[in-house]
């Protein structure tokens, strides 16, 4: 793995337009390109399953850390998601790669499908994992931030005893890094706390393949929620992961990996 700073500046009219952003990308294997974007839990909970596509897949896997997570700086008038997924169009175009498939988890879905909405036509298909982003009436995004990390874990993992994880028990400076993605997941989220009133009607604007796979044991957005997302977007699928929460990727990552794989094949 090699982890590259991307100086990428954003023109334009809008929100986060003349915008300068030095985003840390980790780039590992190589063959068809990947794009991974990790959720408010940071890049260490897509780290694993980064390698496990480049080695098993035979893929170039790309993990941009969202500015702010993992120790980086966020520009401060970088504070939301469309800019986010503007950011990362230009990052494909920065390094000129086609046929890209790009996977988000949970506000890397929501991300995941801002881009959709970009219709960048260097990307064949989108995967959104348990993502956030839309309103559905009745099954509301959970506010994890009131929640302590016990309660997040009941929440986020079909098992949460082998799973969850004590803060407590971290090193200083990953506990420091933690404390920085959860400042930045609070100024990304929004006034809506992890929702866009808007988005769920305009999905119905996505002309790419979009895949949307969801945890069975899902509490932070439910499995119900899931399947709105996927009835919003033209010709999505839904697919359902049996014995995960909100992070297939680390419960069930090879189930993942074959859903992911699939999905590519059909779309190259």
């Known amino acids: 793995m090699t982890a590259t700073v991307h100086t990428l500046a954003l023109g334009g009219t809008e929100p986060g337009a003349d915008l300068t952003v030095d985003l840390t990308v980790d ?4 063959g068809r390109p990947f794009l991974l974007l990790h959720g408010g839990g940071g890049p260490q909970t897509v ?3 980064a390698g496990l596509l480049a080695e098993q897949h035979g893929a170039r896997v790309l993990t941009p850390v969202h500015p702010g997570f993992g120790g980086t700086e966020r520009p401060e008038q970088l504070t939301d998601v469309g800019t986010l997924a503007r950011l990362y169009a ?3 175009d920065t390094l000129d790669l086609r046929d890209v498939i790009v996977v988000g988890n949970s506000i890397g879905g929501w991300i995941a499908a801002e881009l959709a909405l970009l219709g960048s036509e260097r990307v064949s298909g989108y995967v959104l994992v348990d993502a956030a982003g839309i309103e559905v009436p009745g099954h509301p995004v959970v506010d994890i931030f009131p929640l302590t990390p016990q309660e997040l874990s009941a929440l986020s993992f079909h098992n949460p005893a082998r799973f969850g994880i004590d803060p ?4 200083e400076a990953v506990r420091a890094a933690a404390a920085g993605n959860r400042a930045s997941l609070a100024v990304y989220q929004g006034p809506y706390k992890m929702a866009d009133p808007g988005l769920r009607e305009r999905l119905a604007k996505v002309t790419s393949p979009v895949l949307v796979v969801w ?3 899902d509490r932070v957005v439910d499995r119900d929620y899931g399947r709105a997302y996927a009835a919003a977007i033209p010709g999505a699928r839904f697919v359902l992961i049996a014995a995960s929460g909100h992070l297939p990727q680390i419960e069930m990552p090879s189930e993942l990996l074959c859903i992911v794989a699939e999905f590519a094949e059909e779309n190259a």
Do not use: K, T
């Open 215 to 217: 945890g069975e044991s």
């Open 47 to 49: 780290a694993a399953f």
């Open 90 to 92: 230009d990052l494909l």
């Open 27 to 30: 780039d590992q294997g190589s």
């Open 168 to 171: 407590a028990a971290l090193p």
